[in-house]
């Protein structure tokens, strides 16, 4: 037994010091990381870190009709509203605690927390610079969740559009800085806007097996180029048990009638406009991940 434990050691000690960049500064700085490791550690809880929402996320939920997508993004939603709104958070800039809100922007009609209707991507702006003062006034620390359901469709409106502008998207790369998060469901990630593409962080795949919700997480780099999705590996898969307050939480038909809406009042861009908003990008495999399946496949092609 214990030669066993010796070898475990003798060859997994260099192993993990040359395949692990963090394993090898924690040997070289062995003092700091023990006393760093312990002070952060205390004030983790002292400044009640595991209330704190961390903020910045641009994520798109992709699926067919009746896969789940929606019920996903905003069971996602629910549940972060549920689990950090009211929270006192520590404000480092003030050196005291502060009340955590979440404020949600949403053109999904949400039955279980309160929203503001998302009208347009200015809105998102606005309200970004609009909390930075409210939150200095009255100690408070606004995080923002936009919800955009239909993505895809939703930006071929010219209301939409025409605010995808440089505002917008330095507040997007700069969300985390706004305390705000963002989640948009498509059909299909190539589908979204270009310039929304490509500051995107994950693309998760939906998939509802009756009451079973399996998530596929995906880099959204290598789903832009990837030629066919089912070439990649997800880097993380989880999911939920969807229960009926899941179902109820939201009213789906009220996307469809705003769809509706702009297309009676003529307000929906026209084909080449969209062609060319979604600006699609040439493949190049070799900058993906592939799997085991489509390397064997690839190899007896050459």
């Not at 593409?197 to 079973?212: A, E, L, P, Y």
Request: charged share 25%; net charge positive.
């Amino acid at each position: 037994m214990n030669i066993l434990l010796f070898l475990a050691v003798a060859i997994g000690f260099p192993y993990l010091l040359f395949v692990s960049v963090t394993f090898r500064l924690a040997v070289i700085h062995p003092f700091a990381t023990l006393y760093y490791g312990i002070a952060d550690t205390i004030q983790y809880f002292k400044h009640h870190k595991y209330d704190e929402y961390n903020a910045g996320l641009l994520n798109c939920y992709q699926a067919h009709f009746g896969r789940g997508k929606t019920l996903s993004v905003t069971h996602y939603v629910c549940s972060i509203f549920k689990r950090y709104n009211n929270r006192k958070v520590w404000d480092r800039g003030k050196k005291k605690f502060v009340t955590q809100k979440i404020h949600i922007i949403s053109n999904v009609h949400l039955n279980r927390v309160p929203y503001e209707p998302l009208e347009s991507l200015s809105q998102i702006v606005c309200c970004a610079w609009k909390n930075k003062k409210n939150d200095f006034e009255n100690d408070t620390r606004t995080v923002v969740l936009v919800l955009l359901d239909e993505a895809s469709s939703q930006l071929n409106s010219r209301s939409f559009k025409t605010n995808i502008d440089a505002d917008f998207l330095n507040t997007m790369e700069t969300s985390r800085h706004f305390h705000m998060s963002i989640v948009y469901t498509s059909q299909k990630f190539k589908l979204v806007d270009a310039l929304l593409r490509s500051v995107s962080q994950t693309c998760i795949s939906c998939n509802k097996v009756w009451r079973f919700m399996v998530l596929n997480y995906y880099d959204a780099d290598e789903m832009e180029y990837a030629p066919n999705p089912t070439i990649l590996q997800p880097y993380r898969r989880t999911g939920f048990f969807i229960k009926n307050k899941d179902y109820d939480a939201y009213d789906t038909l009220a996307t469809v009638e705003q769809l509706k809406k702009a297309v009676d009042a003529g307000d929906m861009m026209t084909e080449e406009e969209i062609l060319t908003m979604r600006g699609q990008m040439n493949p190049d495999v070799d900058s993906v991940t592939t799997n085991r399946r489509y390397r064997r496949r690839h190899k007896k092609m050459r």
